[in-house]
């Protein structure tokens, strides 16, 4: 862990380094296509299913992403998942994308999550079982590749924030270079108009405007969780400022994607370190999390509240 926070502070100054940055586990779940009317049963149909499943996982987990070195057991371990409906033909492809995304605690084995998101909408993409994955960061290949390389991106930002202030600030504009190479005329999920899609996510970590979720990231984080087991009462005080952080940006944006996301994340986690916390603590932390996600506040109930 204390060799991940040295990382951040050398990564602009070294040129290539080896070793992989993720450890990805990929699904492919294809069983809504075994139960209609566009079955693919044969064993050669469900081969392409696991050569895609194939091709994303080495896609993500056999490239460089930064010039950081991980060693095997500091590798980010995060989820992709892609729940397909609809095959339109041997290439063409329709389905979900759920993405999730954990960091460990330190001087624990306690894992937190960072980022649980399932994709509104459908995503539409094309996959070739005879061909590789491609990607350039300055040109667009595919849908697919792009929208991988885009939540790589993402990923690494969200995991660096929360060892360091900004720290993920460069992963977030790779992310929004990825984006901007992707033609929004002919893919949905990029475009400004959904307020709850990619094109949101990106806007919202590159915005200045909103420069205290980066900072909520690393109270809850580094100065409250991973010093849980040193110091429990000035953690849980890192933690309210986190959230007092969130307020702040809700403040400027009540429903801004990211915001509501970090909520939905930790809700259950803040019951856990609160419960035990004095009242004066949970009454604080139910007034916060009833001004920045409402919808959440129930889960909340066993707070002592006024």
């Known amino acids: 862990m204390r ?3 040295s990382i951040v502070l050398i990564m602009f100054c070294f040129g290539v ?4 940055e993720f450890r990805c586990n990929v699904t492919i779940n294809y069983q809504k296509l075994l139960t209609t009317t566009q079955a693919y049963e044969s064993a050669n149909d469900k081969k392409v299913f696991d050569n895609m499943k194939e091709a994303i996982e080495n896609f993500i987990n056999g490239r460089r992403w930064s010039v950081i070195e991980f060693q095997q057991q500091e590798q980010i371990e995060w989820s992709f998942s892609l729940i397909l409906t609809q095959r339109n033909s041997a290439t063409d492809f329709v389905g979900q994308i759920n993405v999730q995304l954990k960091r460990p605690v330190y001087n624990s084995t306690y894992s937190t999550g960072l980022f649980n998101y399932m994709e ?6 094309s996959y ?3 061909q590789p994955l491609d990607f350039d960061p300055n040109n667009f290949s595919s849908i697919l590749s792009s929208t991988v390389a885009y939540y790589c991106y993402v990923m690494m930002g969200l995991y660096f924030d929360s060892f360091s202030p900004n720290g993920g600030d460069v992963f977030y504009q790779q992310a929004q270079q990825v984006a901007q190479a992707v033609d929004i005329s002919k893919y949905s999920g990029w475009d400004s108009h959904n307020t709850r899609n990619r094109y949101w996510f990106m806007e919202n970590h590159t915005n200045s405007a909103y420069e205290q979720l980066h900072e909520a990231y690393y109270n809850y984080h580094r ?3 991973d010093m849980m087991t040193k110091d429990q009462p000035k953690a849980r005080q890192a933690i309210i400022q986190a959230l007092r952080n969130l307020q702040t940006v809700s403040k400027r944006n009540a429903n ?9 994340v930790k809700i259950q986690e803040l019951v856990s370190i609160f419960t035990p916390a004095p009242a004066e603590e949970q009454q604080e932390v139910y007034n916060l999390i009833q001004e920045i996600s409402p919808i959440n506040v129930v889960k909340l109930k066993g707070f002592k509240t006024k």
Do not use: K, T
């Not at 380094?17 to 992989?20: E, I, R, V």
């Not at 801004?256 to 939905?264: A, E, G, H, I, T």
């Open 120 to 125: 509104q909408g459908n995503f539409a993409f």
């Open 17 to 20: 380094a080896q070793g992989q």
């Open 223 to 225: 100065l409250g969780l």
């Open 256 to 264: 801004m994607l990211s915001l509501q996301q970090f909520v939905d």
């Open 3 to 5: 060799r991940i926070l």
């Open 128 to 130: 070739n079982d005879s």
